[in-house]
């Protein structure tokens, strides 16, 4: 019989090799990685594609409507912290253009009486057709003679080059000067301030050198700051932060675009009667283009959210049946963004309707601080929902897609799972966020490389290698009709205004396809978005109610049934 002492110290080991780890049984967040390739699919970049150009059609005929009514800085000065400063403003631009239109007229046209002078100056769309035809045959001269001064065909050219770019110079200054579109000047802020959000996400941690108490000190002291809040609390809306720049996206646009715009402030000879039916007509158009917006983001919306859940779980969806799901479900994909805001107004209605009694005399303000503990919980009651629309909105049309529920049952949801897992939900979202960006600068990149590689090559077959020119320009032909992209500048300005009528013609088309390409980058962002939620609202659903990932609701209008042998299960 051996010995049991010694049996047991004589341990064997048996040597074993890893050959494979699945990190997302490890780590659950690294699902949300998966987004980038949920949202670069054809089928969702297409969905998002179409509702950018609905969106982009609707607005110019808003513009068309309206004409220029935005000068430069204006929707930065909405949030203006001093009094009165964004009416100011108004006013002061649009006084500046006024005299700066009729000192231009004076300048280029100074056969203009001074009556035709100033009706031009009250007139920005009519004073820029005019100027631009007076620059564009100065232009005219400027290569005729260039051409008929006998010099070589080095110095033709560069004379050319320079009336070129002077015409360019003229007509962007001409532009900034009668101001843009509203639509225009709301889409350009809203992609600015999205590029800053990409800058800020990508240096999230920074290094930053901060001066001492003493001014006066050469020292600096180091500080690690994050990028996530503003430097300086008391000005939310400066866009160095990402919580700024979101603000500026998801607030100061929206609500410049309802209440700041020039048509709806006192600004001009327009009073009275008058203003408030030009008040009411802008709103009623504004209420037009939020209807046409939210209908195509709905749309989009809805279809890429399901594909990214069915895909997500396993299943490939056709393209005829999510069209099936989402026109089925497309009302509470409309109405359910909209409620929670509606309940927020609501609520704060019911408060003004009961301050109503603190207008009595002597009585009100007694009977207000009587039950001033109603108004706290009906503010407290505003707090909760304001609270779940920043946390639970971005997850409203994943659990529609992921459930086929209604639009309370999803409110419900969504709001409830940011509250059990708030901090679970902050993670995520930073993550999604920081993916997103680098997603998108590799994109930017490529779609960089792809338009320099295509300027280059077609450039030199369009020249003969250098041999021709453009018709006017003295620049290469395809340079003339577009210029060479920039990584941060993918479509420079177009100097239409420069091109002969072949040029122009040619040009149209080009940036037809050019645009197009270029809006693919936007499709990704609206893409990845409504595919990273779905993905971050299965991960909480999973967290908080222990459904499984790939417990996607089956849906009658996808062909699908309850007992289908798919693994799509149904929740209880």
Known sequence: ???????????????????????SSIFEFSALFRAFRMAIQPACMITALLAILVVYVAGRAFDVLWSYQVMPGEITAFHSPIPGYYDDLLKQNRGSRTQAIMDLLQHVEPTLTLAQTAALAENPGAAYQRIK?????????????????????????????????????????????????????????????????VNNTAALLRLAPMRGSNENSDQAIVQVGTGILPVDRHRLWENNSIIGCLANMFITGPSWLIAGAAPVRAVGTVHGMGLFLRRLY????????VGVSLMATAMAGAMICRQTALEFSGNRPTFSANIAFTLSHLGSFIKAPLLPFITVLGTGLVLTILSLIGAIPFLGEIFIGVIFVVFLVLGFMIMLMVLGIIGG???????????????????????????????????????????????YLFLTFAMYVLLAGV???????????????GWNTGGGKLDTMWQAPRFGELIAPINWWAMNWSETLGAIFLYFWLFLAVTLLGAYVISYYFAGNTILYLLLRRSVDGQGLNEIYPDAAEGIADDSTKPLIKRQ
């Open 1 to 23: 019989m051996g010995d049991p002492i010694r049996s047991n110290q004589e341990t064997a080991y048996q040597n074993f090799t890893l050959e494979n780890v699945k990190f």
């Open 133 to 197: 035809v007076l620059y564009e045959r100065s232009f005219t001269q400027a290569v005729n003679a260039a051409s008929q001064a006998g010099a070589s065909a080095t110095i033709v050219n560069q004379a050319r080059r320079h009336a070129t770019l002077k015409l360019l110079n003229r007509m962007r200054n001409l532009k900034s000067m009668v101001g843009r579109g509203i639509f225009s000047a709301f889409m350009r802020y809203e992609i600015r301030e999205y590029g800053r959000l």
């Open 282 to 289: 802008y709103l009623l158009t504004v209420l037009l283009l």
């Open 393 to 439: 909105l971005n997850l409203i049309y994943p659990t529609l897609a992921v459930e086929g529920s209604d639009s309370f049952d999803a409110i419900s949801r969504s709001f409830s799972y940011v509250y059990a897992r708030p901090w679970r939900m902050l993670f995520y979202t930073l993550l999604l966020l920081v993916y997103g960006a680098a997603t």
């Open 455 to 469: 300027h280059i090559f077609v450039g030199w077959g369009m020249t003969l290698f250098g041999m021709l020119h």
